[in-house]
């Protein structure tokens, strides 16, 4: 039996598009399950953020940069869940934190300035 893959357009927008609305945990552009790469600045933070998406649910690397390009956070996702090594990074490049997830859980916490915490949760 042979089953045809479906295509999926990619497309990459801004946070300040009006055709994107979030929507019970997915995202929407122009009223369907937002498929490519979504940016933001962060004004707060001062980092640019890029996430994929794919059917309105982020997968894979997520990250967020700071204005001098250093790394500020690294995610992963799949089908819109929390997974692996999530890190985040002082603007000067060292570990600021590190969080293992599966399936959006925390497996365990760790940061780097003197404090170890382990959480488990089921």
């Known amino acids: 039996m042979c089953q045809e893959k479906q295509q999926l357009a990619l497309v990459e927008?801004?946070?300040?598009?009006?055709?994107?609305v979030l929507n019970n945990g997915?995202?929407?552009?122009?009223?369907?399950?937002?498929t490519g790469l979504f940016?933001?600045?962060?004004?707060?933070?001062?980092?640019?953020?890029?996430?994929n998406?794919?059917?309105g649910k982020k997968e894979g690397l997520e990250t967020k940069?700071?204005?001098?390009?250093?790394?500020?956070?690294?995610r992963f996702y799949k089908r819109g869940l929390k997974t692996g090594n999530h890190r985040g990074f002082w603007q000067d490049g060292s570990l600021?934190?590190?969080y293992f997830f599966n399936n959006n859980f925390y497996i365990l916490n760790f940061?780097?300035?003197?404090?170890?915490h382990f959480t488990l949760k089921a």
């Open 13 to 20: 927008v801004e946070s300040n598009d009006s055709s994107l």
């Open 26 to 34: 997915l995202l929407l552009y122009i009223n369907k399950p937002f």
């Open 39 to 51: 940016k933001e600045y962060d004004s707060i933070n001062n980092t640019t953020n890029s996430s």
């Open 53 to 55: 998406y794919i059917l």
């Open 65 to 74: 940069i700071y204005t001098n390009q250093i790394i500020a956070e690294e």
């Open 96 to 98: 600021k934190f590190e």
């Open 111 to 116: 940061s780097i300035r003197g404090f170890i």
